[in-house]
């Protein structure tokens, strides 16, 4: 931006900007999962054991997506968001010191939460596992020993705490590590920075003759997906570490 006034001083006064252009090359892996039932089982259950079988699948198949999505390497599997994180170069998210070596702090959350940009707060979220929001939770003042994080509804104190802190909303995903030293056991800000591609959904085969004299059938699973952090200054991330 430049405030030129009524008359440029120059056609290029205002090309304060020299933008790049290009594509991004995003790989669709493929993930398969099967089943194998004996054709005795199909025959003399009393409920339905495919319908079943495929509501496992759907489930294993959504909790292997969202690890991949977070600590993916990029092998045969989506590139996770806490592969990427990078500190030199802004190839990935940077990380915020959470000022202790082994150990949450609250001057590191509100650190973290300053880190990122203004313009992208509107949907900003933290990302931590049960274990970590745990271990926030217990944050208590040095002096009057009270929760920092209420731990009380303000309904009355009788209806659920909001999941909410430092005015964002908490995300519970399991598969953010656990904290420890070095390790990166936060991730907050604007989730539309990571791109998820969809090629083919999960799709299901019944296979009747494969393995037929062994008399079993077999449901096959099958899905085709890509992910990679595409705006990583969308993120910022919590580091386990005293700087």
Not at 51 to 76: H, T, V
Not at 121 to 136: C, D, H, L, P, Q
């Amino acid at each position: 931006l430049a405030w030129t006034g009524e008359a440029p001083a120059s056609s290029s006064a205002h090309r304060v900007t020299d933008p790049a252009f290009g594509l991004l090359t995003i790989p669709v892996h493929t993930a398969m999962a099967s089943l194998p039932i004996t054709n005795d089982l199909l025959e003399d259950s009393a409920f339905d054991v495919f319908g079943l079988g495929s509501e496992l699948m759907g489930e294993a198949f959504a909790l292997g997506e969202n690890d991949a999505f977070i600590n993916g390497d990029g092998i045969a599997k989506p590139m996770g968001i806490l592969a990427q994180v990078d500190d030199t170069d802004n190839k990935g998210p940077r990380s915020v010191a959470s000022g202790g070596a082994s150990a949450l702090t609250s001057d590191g959350l509100v650190s973290l939460a300053y880190a990122l940009p203004s313009q992208y707060e509107a949907r900003a979220k933290w990302f931590m596992n049960k274990s970590t929001e745990a271990a926030v939770r217990k944050f208590k003042g040095s002096g009057s020993g009270d929760y920092q994080w209420p731990v009380v509804s303000t309904a009355g104190q009788l209806g659920p705490v909001q999941p909410v802190l430092l005015g964002f909303p908490v995300v519970r995903e399991q598969f953010v590590p656990n904290v420890a030293g070095d390790a990166y056991p936060i991730i907050f800000g604007d989730m539309s920075g990571y791109l998820v591609l969809d090629r083919v959904g999960i799709s299901l085969q019944r296979l009747d003759e494969l393995y037929a004299e062994t008399n079993i059938t077999v449901l096959l699973a099958r899905r085709r997906v890509g992910g990679q952090l595409i705006a990583p200054y969308r993120l910022k991330v919590q580091k386990v570490a005293a700087s």
